[in-house]
């Protein structure tokens, strides 16, 4: 173990230059040394907004924000917790296990709703909901489905329409599909034979939601299930060539979290940027100037996966062992 | 009168320390048992929620081709969300290999608390044994919590309690204060009843008393009645003696008067008057002694009646003439109609005639003693003389029983004429006042 750890120390400079990200941005203030470093599932261009209107008011702090994928966001925090100030993942499980397992710290005197927080170290900023999203050209002349069951009927009627071109996360790679995946497990046996069926067609594997809508547009797949609702919808409204379902049977709704890092090195500007966020997701007047949607107040967050430490329940390795291997089987059939 | 009393504490004091004091223990331990009582129902609490998801855990665990599967169900952890979102952790092993979860969790028999990941941890254990083709094996399961919201829980208890022991301490302290008023106040009123009585007053207490203080008012009755007796006793022999010594000084003294009137041999005559004197001296003591009985007997139970001073006064002044033609001394009464008073009329008969005999013997040949009758503001006979006066510095103390003023000797007197006016003013809830006149001579103002 020593021998791994020195291995660890001496590669490190070289690691640190190696690790490559989906996105890395500079947000230039007037203080370099004041450098946020965010951690970050959500692309960029969602962000950038949320980014200028902190730094419109705090002109002072610069921001380095970083995307990658939510199950990478797990991995590379818990490597080094101390060179990230605000973490940001929409794998709401994952973020749970961080704060529980004390990497989150705890920001006092935040008003924010009860279920929309967790120890006050977590906090909601959006309700996103997964969705199936299609090409509107494939159901040319056919109702588009409204709920997991019609669009299991839709792919049995035409199965030569759809075989090939169906697409889902790959809830091996990806934290979000992963947590879209076993909340729909527990929410109804529907999942599993929607899953028998798209397997039985062939289903095509993504790491993340913006590929799978750039494919659907461009018509390399006609289905796409548990898409990010928030990106998807974003998509529809330059691209009329897909339509985003929101299945009515029952929704998955999650919701997008991040907390400041116990070891963070700046921790007054990471608190202030997570009371920025919360503070603009939750005020209703924003709702249509901002690209990602805000915190659904109705209900009391109901509709969304709860924010409780059930959801450490899937990301357990023997539940995780026997919820892919049962998922392989269904979805990938050879 | 508390002067001279040793004072050792205060039944009040006493009383309400140890109520209050009683109280504040009490509340106290109320406090320490409801808390502590609070603290255990709480962490059963947990405890059995704890226990609870294990089961549910361990219930899961199957063996399928060899293999240990645990599929536990969602609500095994959904069941341990707490308004304060404690952190869980949990730990499952096969035999002694960990299978998932967290491996430096402290493993433990049963439920204990122990640190972990820097903070206070609540952790269940309980394991099963699961038996398949060829395999025997044992799966233990620990879940962990933090006590975050039993914590929040019992700090408002201890809360909630804290302000009801406060309060019940209060109420009793504002009882004991009470209790302590309530116990104390028959005390305080035998003391007010007992010093409000006129110093010859030794019945016996009348007013019903509780029964704890029974035996001393009991005893109390039984000196005051004592005392009483033997007051009453010494006053019977008193006027007994007087009685019985009179008499027969009245059969010397005509003796000896006879014998005067038989005797010319000068000394002899001379001998004979200082007797006659000094019997007549014996026998007016025994008289007054006897007054002075009689006025202790009435005092306590007076005989009012309306009566005419002027009258009473008057019928005085004629018996006394003679005694006054004697010394050719004018007894002047100045009164105008009758004053009726009410009042017993042998004692202020007794009283005056004491009053104006002092007057007579002590005022000198061919002078005047006034009589005046005032009426505002309130009833007084002032009698003035015109000899020496009384010795300044004796004034305060002359209506002490048998006391003379200096200036009395060589006149006839017990020194009991008056204590018996003061008495009786004093029985009728008045007084006697002693003065010296500025132009010579003295002062007897008898008030009613």
Same mark, same amino acid.
């Given at each position: 173990? #020593?021998?791994?750890?020195?291995?660890?120390?001496?590669?490190?400079?070289?690691?640190?230059?190696?690790?490559?990200?989906?996105?890395?941005?500079?947000?230039?203030?007037?203080?370099?040394?004041?450098?946020?470093?965010?951690?970050?599932?959500?692309?960029?261009?969602?962000?950038?907004?949320?980014?200028?209107?902190?730094?419109?008011?705090?002109?002072?702090?610069?921001?380095? %924000?970083?995307?990658?994928?939510?199950?990478?966001?797990?991995?590379?925090?818990?490597?080094?917790?101390?060179?990230?100030?605000?973490?940001?993942?929409?794998?709401?499980?994952?973020?749970?296990?961080?704060?529980?397992?004390?990497?989150?710290? +705890?920001? =006092?005197?935040?008003?924010?709703?009860?279920?929309?927080?967790?120890?006050?170290?977590?906090?909601?900023?959006?309700?996103?909901?997964?969705?199936?999203? *299609?090409?509107?050209? $494939?159901?040319?002349?056919?109702?588009?489905?409204?709920?997991?069951?019609?669009?299991?009927?839709?792919?049995?009627?035409?199965?030569?329409?759809?075989?090939?071109?169906?697409?889902?996360?790959?809830?091996?790679?990806? /934290?979000?599909?992963?947590?879209?995946?076993?909340?729909?497990?527990?929410?109804?046996?529907?999942?599993?034979?929607?899953?028998?069926?798209?397997?039985?067609?062939?289903?095509?594997?993504?790491?993340?939601?913006?590929?799978?809508?750039?494919?659907?547009?461009?018509?390399?797949?006609?289905?796409? %299930?548990?898409?990010?609702?928030? %990106?998807?919808?974003?998509?529809?409204?330059?691209?009329?060539?897909?339509?985003?379902?929101?299945?009515?049977?029952?929704?998955?709704?999650?919701?997008?979290?991040?907390?400041? !890092? #116990?070891?963070?090195?700046?921790?007054?500007? $990471?608190?202030?940027?997570?009371?920025?966020?919360?503070?603009?997701?939750?005020?209703?007047?924003?709702?249509?100037?901002?690209?990602?949607?805000?915190?659904?107040?109705?209900? &009391?967050?109901?509709?969304?996966?709860?924010?409780?430490?059930?959801?450490?329940?899937?990301?357990?390795?023997?539940?995780?062992?026997?919820?892919?291997?049962?998922?392989?089987?269904?979805?990938?059939?050879? | 009168?508390?002067? /001279?009393?040793?004072?050792?504490?205060?039944?009040?004091?006493?009383?309400?320390?140890?109520?209050?004091?009683?109280?504040?223990?009490?509340?106290?331990?109320?406090?320490?048992?409801?808390?502590?009582?609070?603290?255990?129902?709480?962490?059963?609490?947990?405890?059995?929620?704890?226990?609870?998801?294990?089961?549910?855990?361990?219930?899961?665990?199957?063996?399928?081709?060899? *293999?240990?599967?645990?599929?536990?169900?969602?609500?095994?952890?959904?069941?341990?969300?707490?308004?304060?979102?404690?952190?869980?952790?949990?730990?499952?092993?096969?035999?002694?290999?960990?299978?998932?979860?967290?491996?430096?969790?402290?493993?433990?028999?049963?439920?204990?608390?122990?640190?972990?990941? /820097?903070?206070?941890?609540?952790?269940?254990?309980?394991? +099963?044994?699961?038996?398949? @083709?060829?395999? #025997?094996?044992?799966? !233990?399961?620990?879940?962990?919590?933090?006590?975050?919201?039993?914590?929040?829980?019992?700090?408002?208890?201890?809360?909630?309690?804290?302000?009801?022991?406060?309060?019940?301490?209060?109420?009793?302290?504002?009882?004991?204060?009470?209790?302590?008023?309530?116990?104390?106040?028959?005390?305080?009123?035998?003391?007010?009843? *007992?010093?409000?009585?006129?110093?010859?007053?030794?019945?016996?207490?009348?007013?019903?008393?509780?029964?704890?203080?029974?035996?001393?008012?009991?005893?109390?009755?039984?000196?005051?009645?004592?005392?009483?007796?033997?007051? +009453?006793?010494?006053?019977?022999?008193?006027?007994?003696?007087?009685?019985?010594?009179?008499?027969?000084?009245?059969?010397?003294?005509? %003796? &000896?008067?006879?014998?005067?009137? #038989?005797?010319?041999?000068?000394?002899?005559?001379?001998?004979?008057?200082?007797?006659?004197?000094?019997?007549?001296?014996?026998?007016? @003591?025994?008289?007054?002694?006897?007054?002075?009985?009689?006025?202790?007997?009435? @005092?306590?139970?007076?005989?009012?009646?309306?009566?005419?001073?002027?009258?009473?006064?008057?019928?005085?002044?004629?018996?006394?003439?003679?005694?006054?033609?004697?010394?050719?001394?004018?007894?002047?009464?100045? @009164?105008?109609?009758?004053?009726?008073?009410?009042?017993?009329?042998?004692?202020?008969?007794?009283?005056?005639?004491?009053?104006?005999?002092?007057?007579?013997?002590? $005022?000198?040949?061919?002078? *005047?003693?006034?009589?005046?009758?005032?009426?505002?503001?309130?009833?007084?006979?002032?009698?003035?003389?015109?000899?020496?006066?009384?010795?300044?510095?004796?004034?305060?103390?002359?209506?002490?029983?048998?006391?003379?003023? +200096?200036?009395?000797?060589?006149?006839?007197? !017990?020194?009991?004429?008056?204590?018996?006016?003061?008495?009786?003013?004093?029985?009728?809830?008045?007084?006697? $006042?002693?003065?010296?006149?500025?132009? =010579?001579?003295?002062?007897?103002?008898?008030?009613?």
């Amino acid at each position: 173990m #020593r021998y791994i750890l020195a291995l660890i120390l001496c590669l490190w400079p070289l690691l640190a230059v190696a690790q490559e990200w989906e996105d890395r941005q500079v947000f230039q203030g007037a203080d370099a040394s004041r450098t946020l470093r965010i951690l970050s599932s959500t692309d960029t261009s969602f962000f950038e907004p949320i980014i200028a209107g902190f730094l419109a008011k705090t002109p002072e702090v610069s921001i380095e %924000y970083l995307v990658i994928g939510t199950a990478e966001i797990d991995q590379r925090f818990r490597q080094a917790p101390d060179r990230y100030d605000v973490v940001i993942s929409s794998a709401m499980d994952l973020q749970l296990k961080l704060a529980n397992d004390g990497f989150a710290r +705890r920001l =006092g005197g935040v008003a924010h709703p009860d279920w929309a927080q967790w120890r006050e170290s977590l906090f909601a900023f959006t309700s996103e909901p997964a969705a199936i999203v *299609v090409n509107r050209a $494939a159901f040319d002349g056919h109702p588009l489905p409204r709920t997991r069951q019609e669009l299991i009927q839709a792919l049995r009627t035409r199965p030569d329409v759809f075989r090939g071109r169906l697409g889902t996360y790959d809830v091996r790679d990806s /934290g979000l599909g992963y947590l879209f995946a076993t909340q729909d497990a527990r929410a109804s046996e529907t999942y599993w034979r929607l899953m028998e069926v798209m397997g039985s067609l062939g289903t095509r594997l993504y790491c993340c939601s913006g590929e799978m809508i750039d494919d659907l547009s461009d018509g390399t797949i006609a289905v796409a %299930y548990n898409v990010l609702g928030s %990106y998807a919808s974003a998509r529809q409204q330059t691209d009329a060539r897909i339509a985003v379902i929101l299945p009515s049977d029952f929704p998955t709704m999650m919701m997008r979290t991040g907390f400041v !890092s #116990r070891q963070a090195q700046h921790p007054q500007d $990471a608190t202030r940027f997570i009371r920025h966020l919360i503070g603009l997701q939750s005020d209703p007047a924003s709702k249509d100037s901002l690209p990602l949607p805000p915190l659904s107040t109705d209900s &009391a967050g109901q509709s969304a996966i709860a924010l409780e430490p059930a959801l450490l329940t899937y990301l357990d390795g023997l539940k995780r062992q026997t919820f892919i291997k049962e998922w392989v089987s269904a979805i990938v059939q050879q | 009168m508390t002067e /001279g009393v040793q004072v050792s504490g205060s039944l009040r004091n006493r009383l309400a320390v140890t109520l209050t004091g009683g109280a504040a223990v009490l509340a106290v331990l109320l406090f320490i048992v409801v808390r502590s009582y609070a603290a255990q129902i709480a962490q059963q609490g947990q405890d059995s929620i704890l226990s609870a998801s294990v089961t549910s855990i361990l219930d899961a665990a199957v063996i399928r081709d060899g *293999v240990v599967e645990i599929d536990f169900p969602y609500a095994s952890f959904s069941m341990l969300s707490t308004p304060m979102d404690d952190r869980i952790f949990y730990a499952i092993y096969q035999d002694d290999t960990l299978l998932s979860g967290y491996g430096d969790l402290p493993r433990t028999a049963g439920t204990a608390t122990r640190a972990y990941q /820097g903070s206070a941890v609540r952790l269940a254990t309980a394991s +099963r044994v699961l038996i398949g @083709a060829n395999v #025997r094996t044992r799966i !233990s399961v620990t879940v962990a919590q933090t006590q975050d919201a039993l914590s929040g829980t019992l700090s408002r208890i201890s809360r909630n309690v804290a302000l009801f022991g406060a309060g019940f301490f209060a109420l009793a302290t504002l009882l004991s204060i009470w209790a302590t008023a309530a116990t104390i106040e028959p005390l305080q009123r035998l003391t007010t009843s *007992v010093t409000r009585r006129g110093p010859q007053d030794l019945s016996p207490v009348a007013k019903p008393v509780p029964l704890e203080m029974l035996p001393l008012v009991a005893s109390l009755n039984s000196l005051m009645a004592r005392l009483d007796q033997s007051l +009453r006793q010494s006053e019977d022999f008193i006027a007994e003696a007087a009685h019985r010594v009179r008499t027969p000084l009245a059969t010397v003294r005509s %003796y &000896a008067e006879a014998t005067l009137q #038989r005797v010319d041999r000068e000394e002899n005559r001379q001998a004979l008057r200082s007797m006659i004197r000094a019997i007549d001296e014996s026998s007016r @003591a025994a008289g007054q002694l006897l007054d002075h009985a009689m006025i202790t007997f009435r @005092a306590d139970h007076l005989e009012r009646d309306d009566l005419d001073l002027v009258d009473l006064l008057r019928e005085l002044v004629l018996r006394l003439t003679p005694v006054a033609e004697m010394k050719d001394i004018e007894l002047h009464l100045r @009164a105008d109609g009758p004053v009726i008073i009410n009042g017993d009329p042998i004692l202020l008969q007794n009283a005056l005639r004491n009053l104006i005999d002092n007057a007579l013997k002590y $005022a000198p040949g061919e002078s *005047v003693i006034g009589i005046r009758i005032i009426t505002e503001p309130r009833f007084q006979v002032e009698i003035r003389d015109q000899g020496p006066g009384f010795p300044a510095d004796e004034i305060a103390n002359l209506t002490e029983r048998f006391s003379r003023g +200096r200036n009395a000797v060589g006149t006839i007197g !017990s020194g009991l004429g008056l204590t018996i006016a003061q008495d009786v003013a004093a029985a009728h809830g008045g007084s006697l $006042a002693l003065s010296n006149l500025p132009e =010579g001579g003295a002062c007897v103002t008898f008030s009613l």
